[in-house]
């Protein structure tokens, strides 16, 4: 089993859509979570932290599900510029600090 | 705001010579990471470095790679002997001592030839 998934998209929406991604982690024993988002041959840009409680940021909110092992990153409102690759990345556990990363959605947004 | 710089940012190399990849973390973070990233793959972990040792490697980073703060700024991922399967993008990230998250260079993109 993969350590992170992610359902590879391609996502097609129209401006002004609210679409959601998912993400499921395999080591139960992962403390840190985050969204990353990834333009076209750039680097990983922190889009947010994901907390236990769920945290929301502008048009962007991430929940935490540590029974299911799984995240969620919904985007209201999409833009034409919120098209990229989402990448789901994990801490695997308290002994590392490396990132593991998910092969990432990618999400298109369409005029 | 403060961001990881690397250089350069494309290098072309033929199989089986070294290159130096460089990066400049953030002034103020204690972390520094390598990642790589194979077109159309996923970003992988290469190796972390603290107080000027490897605190973690992966599978990827073997004999062939090293990493070194030749001063306290620059921080440098050697290749002695480059394949055409280092062919990739090469990310330098570093984070601050207090938080988890880390923030990612331009890449350097290195295409093995």
């Known amino acids: 089993r993969k350590e992170v998934e992610q359902d590879p998209g391609p996502f097609n929406v129209p401006e002004g859509a609210t679409v959601a991604f998912n993400c499921t982690y395999s080591?139960?024993?992962?403390?840190?979570f985050f969204w990353y988002r990834q333009d076209c041959r750039k680097e990983p840009k922190l889009l947010m932290s994901?907390?236990?409680s769920g945290n929301e940021d502008g048009r962007f909110t991430a929940q935490l599900n540590r029974a299911s092992q799984y995240i969620s990153l919904l985007i209201r409102d999409s833009k034409l510029s919120d098209s990229a690759t989402y990448l789901c990345?994990?801490?695997?556990?308290?002994?590392?600090?490396?990132?593991?990363f998910g092969s990432g959605t990618r999400l298109q947004v369409q005029p | 705001e403060p961001e990881v710089t690397q250089t350069p940012s494309h290098q072309v190399t033929q199989m089986g010579q070294e290159v130096i990849l460089r990066c400049v973390p953030i002034?103020?973070?204690?972390?520094f990471y390598w990642y790589r990233q194979i077109l159309g793959q996923k970003v992988e972990f290469l190796v972390s470095?603290?107080?000027?040792?490897?605190?973690?490697k992966s599978e990827i980073f073997d004999d062939q790679f090293s990493v070194e703060r030749p001063d306290g700024s620059n921080f440098t991922l050697k290749i002695r002997s480059t394949k055409l399967e280092d062919s990739a993008m090469y990310f330098c990230?570093?984070?601050?001592?207090?938080?988890?998250?880390?923030?990612f260079g331009p890449g350097t993109r290195l295409t093995v030839t």
């Open positions: 994901v907390y236990s």
């Open positions: 990345v994990v801490i695997p556990d308290t002994g590392r600090r490396a990132l593991t």
């Open positions: 002034s103020n973070h204690l972390y």
């Open positions: 990230a570093s984070r601050p001592p207090d938080r988890y998250e880390q923030y």
């Open positions: 080591n139960s024993a992962s403390q840190s």
């Open positions: 470095f603290y107080n000027n040792e490897i605190s973690e």
